[in-house]
T-cell receptor
Framework: AQTVTQSQPEMSVQEAETVTLSCTYD???????LFWYKQPPSRQMILVIR??????QNATENRFSVNFQKAAKSFSLKISDSQLGDAAMYFC?????????????FGQGTRLTINP | DSGVTQTPKHLITATGQRVTLRCSPR?????VYWYQQSLDQGLQFLIQ???????AKGNILERFSAQQFPDLHSELNLSSLELGDSALYFC????????????FGPGTRLTVT
């Protein structure tokens, strides 16, 4: 079974600085998807960014980018120019491409605090 | 707003009781997923339906059951409730199981006293 590990329960960063959240995963599959979800105090799960395993290029969405290292099974999230609105729980998630196994497997989350 | 609706937003009930959580997927989405978020277990997949049929099962207790109706809305039934069932229950939907993105509803907060 696939597992996702986020080794940083909490992180903090100064406003306007850059922060990197770590995620590692374990799988024997070669084709899959990886995601970062944001959960603000409202509890809504918001998709931040996704990465297809077959793509070598790292995904980027505005201030959010990932460092995807397939061989190392590592998928970190970099947030540039941190803003107060970025404060939230961040979850790394894995999704298989195998039919019938397309559930999301989540890590334990990293609580990100933005210091003004 | 993801387009996925869940009712009720909050539910407080006693141990031993039964509750039903409802989810309406985004218009056009055929697949529905249920997840449980608790302090102990984190975010866990419970069950998936596609066009009315069960497609995959996760760590769902025997006391829990779900179904997806012809209009594609889904219900999660929780019975013989225990204190440990207190959690946030999310529904998510996607166009079909093969589509990578799942859109999450706002969740139902269940408190068992």
């Amino acid at each position: 079974a696939q597992t996702v590990t986020q080794s940083q329960p909490e992180m903090s960063v100064q406003e306007a600085e850059t922060v990197t959240l770590s995620c590692t995963y374990d799988t024997s599959e070669s084709d899959y998807y990886l995601f970062w979800y944001k959960q603000p105090p409202s509890r809504q799960m918001i998709l931040v960014i996704r990465q297809e395993a077959y793509k070598q290029q790292n995904a980027t969405e505005n201030r959010f980018s990932v460092n995807f290292q397939k061989a190392a099974k590592s998928f970190s999230l970099k947030i540039s120019d941190s803003q107060l609105g970025d404060a939230a729980m961040y979850f790394c998630a894995y999704r298989s491409s195998i039919q019938g196994a397309q559930k999301l497997v989540f890590g334990q989350g990293t609580r990100l605090t933005i210091n003004p | 707003d993801s387009g996925v609706t869940q009712t009720p937003k909050h539910l407080i009930t006693a141990t031993g009781q039964r509750v039903t959580l409802r989810c309406s997927p985004r218009s056009g989405d055929l697949s529905v997923y249920w997840y449980q978020q608790s302090l102990d277990q984190g975010l866990q997949f419970l069950i998936q339906y596609y066009n009315g049929e069960e497609r995959a099962k996760g760590n769902i207790l025997e006391r829990f059951s779900a179904q997806q109706f012809p209009d594609l809305h889904s219900e999660l039934n929780l019975s013989s409730l225990e204190l440990g069932d207190s959690a946030l229950y999310f529904c998510a939907s996607s166009v079909d199981p093969g589509y990578y993105e799942q859109y999450f509803g706002p969740g139902t907060r269940l408190t068992v006293t």
